[in-house]
């Protein structure tokens, strides 16, 4: 597995050695030495999570302000387009976003702290996407920033407007939100 740098040097994709045959394929999803080794970090990863979202749904910005959680993040079936934006207030690359293609095809995955905002669009007929969290989840502190927030400038590989959950029409711009010190 390799661990590949990003213009945010806490957001790392993780990419697996992938070996396959007319068989099929196989691919080590997690391995906790190389995660500490890429992050520094030796993760508690306490819930597992799957969805599944038709095309041009999108799921985000979410965070917990409390009980933060940093989630590993893939894409089993279909492609999704998956952003990390830093809202830690203190950090150089405060409101700054990574955007990777994370896809069944690539198998990539993504690391997304603590103190970092999340969200992706579905770019394919539909998708499922997987993640371990860090924390588990606790609605009373989760909090969700506006997908199109123009301080953020998040360039969306889409079409028209996404799909979006009333909670997620609610979404509050950066300048607005509740974010980490």
């Known amino acids: 597995m390799q661990a590949i740098k990003t213009t945010i040097p806490e957001v790392i994709i993780f990419e697996p050695k992938v070996f396959g045959d007319d068989r099929g394929f196989f691919y080590e999803s997690f391995n906790s030495k ?4 890429a992050t520094g970090l030796k993760p508690d990863f306490v819930q597992d999570n799957h969805s599944k979202s038709a095309r041009n749904v999108l799921r985000g910005l979410h965070y917990q302000i409390q009980q933060a959680q940093g989630k590993l ?3 089993s079936a279909g492609e999704v387009f998956d952003v990390a934006v ?11 976003y990574v955007g990777v293609h994370l896809s069944a095809d690539n198998k990539r995955q993504l690391w997304v702290p603590p103190g970092f905002a999340h969200g992706f669009v579905v770019l394919s007929e539909t998708a499922e996407f997987l993640y371990k969290t860090t924390d588990f989840y606790a609605p009373q502190y989760e ?3 506006s ?4 301080e953020i400038g998040i360039n969306w590989p889409i079409e028209g407007t996404p799909l979006l959950s009333a909670k997620d029409q609610q979404g ?3 300048r607005q ?5």
Do not use: C, H, Y
């Not at 830093?86 to 700054?96: A, E, H, L, M, V």
């Not at 997908?147 to 123009?150: F, T």
């Open 147 to 150: 997908w199109n927030d123009p």
């Open 86 to 96: 830093d809202i830690r207030k203190s950090s150089p690359t405060f409101g700054q």
């Open 143 to 145: 909090r969700s920033i």
């Open 73 to 75: 993040v893939r894409v």
């Open 177 to 181: 939100a509740e974010v980490f010190p």
């Open 34 to 37: 190389v995660f500490t080794e």
């Open 172 to 174: 509050m711009s950066l």
